[in-house]
């Protein structure tokens, strides 16, 4: 049987489009697949100044090295720069939060503060009362979802003149946030927060693989 050229080449037309659209859906299956087995995105992690005491200066001193306010900024500017390179190294976007600032509705809040423990076996504060002060004390680290309302860490210890304006005030933590706790000293050099900052993220990296959905995005 004779096929008339133009009817066999509609019939070429017809079969090229015909591949062309199983080809087409078989790259849409494939994208589909794909995007089914691509792992979540991370949310983006918001890291707050953690807290802590000192001291102010004696009114005779005229040495800024002698401020022990220097050496508690220092460590709460070594925490935070640290975890925000640990996060970001992670894949995390990590933003810094200083006090003050807009609270976000969404993501991660990665917040805490140093504390002590005294002789009586009460929590405190940490406080730093000298420039040198080599002290022992803890970082106490929390992860929060921002969706949700913030959950004090702690509060005043109620005990005769224990208020939140002493510096060094006795504390309770709270039972209903989880708390890490990183031993470190009062002039704790830089390495030692780099060696606390990925875990603190890898403790997030678990908390997410084991429930995704404990972060809002």
């Known amino acids: ?14 079969l090229a489009l015909g591949g062309s659209g199983l080809a087409l859906a078989g790259l849409g299956r494939a994208a589909a697949a ?19 005491d000192v001291l102010p200066p004696p009114p005779d001193s005229r040495k800024p090295e002698d401020d022990p306010r220097k050496q508690a ?31 976000p509705d969404k993501g991660a809040a990665i917040r805490g503060l140093f504390a002590e423990v005294d002789d009586e076996n009460h929590w405190r504060r940490a406080l730093i009362r000298t420039a040198t002060d080599s002290g022992k004390m803890e970082a106490l680290v929390a992860v929060a ?12 210890a109620p005990l005769p003149g224990n208020h939140n304006n002493i510096p ?16 470190l000293s009062k002039d704790a050099k830089e390495d030692v927060f780099q060696k606390i900052a990925p ?8 908390l997410l693989d084991a429930n995704p959905s404990a972060i809002s995005e």
């Open 1 to 14: 049987m004779r096929v008339l050229p133009r009817v066999a080449g509609i019939a070429a037309i017809l």
């Open 34 to 52: 794909s995007e089914s087995t691509m792992p979540p995105s991370k949310p983006t992690v918001y890291v707050s100044d953690f807290e802590i």
């Open 73 to 103: 900024s220092r460590l709460v500017d070594l925490m935070s720069t640290k975890l925000l390179a640990a996060l970001q190294k992670a894949g995390y976007p990590a933003f810094r939060m200083r006090e003050g600032d807009a609270r």
């Open 145 to 156: 979802n921002l969706a949700r309302p913030d959950q004090a860490l702690y509060e005043i």
């Open 168 to 183: 060094g005030a006795v504390i309770t933590l709270s039972p209903y946030v989880p708390l890490t706790k990183f031993d």
């Open 199 to 206: 875990r603190v993220v890898d403790d997030l990296t678990a």
